[in-house]
C-alpha cells in the first residue's frame, strides 16, 4: 500500500518535470515515507525507465542555460542536485550551447547596447556575468580584456 503511495507521488513529480534521484528521495521524504521504501520505488522507476539522471542532466541544462545561466552556474546546480562531477562537467561540454553568444543576450537584455565606460558600472556588469555562472575569460572575450578592471 505505501509503495503504491510512494510511486505515485514520484510518477506526479516526474510528470510535471524531469528530477534526479537525489531530487525525488528528497522530496519523497518529506513526506515522511520511509528510506527502505524511497529506495525501492526509486531503483523500480530506474528499472522501469522513468527515472533517467542523464535525461534529467540534458533537460535541465537546456532549461537553466535558457534561462540565461552560464555554464559555472549549471555545473553548481547540477552538484547541489546529486550530480557527479563527471557527468556534470560531460553534460557541460557536450550541450550544443555557444556560451559566449549566450553571455552577449545576458549581458544586452541587462544593460543594453550602450557599453559604460565607468569603472563602477562595469565591474558591476561583470560581477552580475559572474553571477549568473560565466568564467572570467569567457566575461573579458565578450566584453573584451578591460585591464583597469
Known sequence: MQTSAARRVAMDLLARRE????ELQRKLS??????PLIVTVLDQLESDNLLSDERFIE???????????????????????????ELAANAISVAQIDWCQLLRAVHMKKHGIQADTHYAAQVKQRQFLSY?????????????????I
Open 19 to 22: 528530477h534526479s534521484r537525489l
Open 30 to 35: 518529506l513526506r515522511d515515507f520511509p528510506l
Open 59 to 85: 533537460a535541465y541544462v537546456r532549461m537553466r542555460s535558457r534561462r540565461g545561466f552560464g555554464p559555472l552556474r549549471i555545473h553548481q546546480e547540477l552538484l547541489e542536485r546529486g550530480i557527479t562531477q
Open 132 to 148: 549568473r555562472g560565466f568564467s572570467h575569460d569567457q566575461i573579458n572575450n565578450v566584453l573584451g580584456d578591460k585591464h583597469e
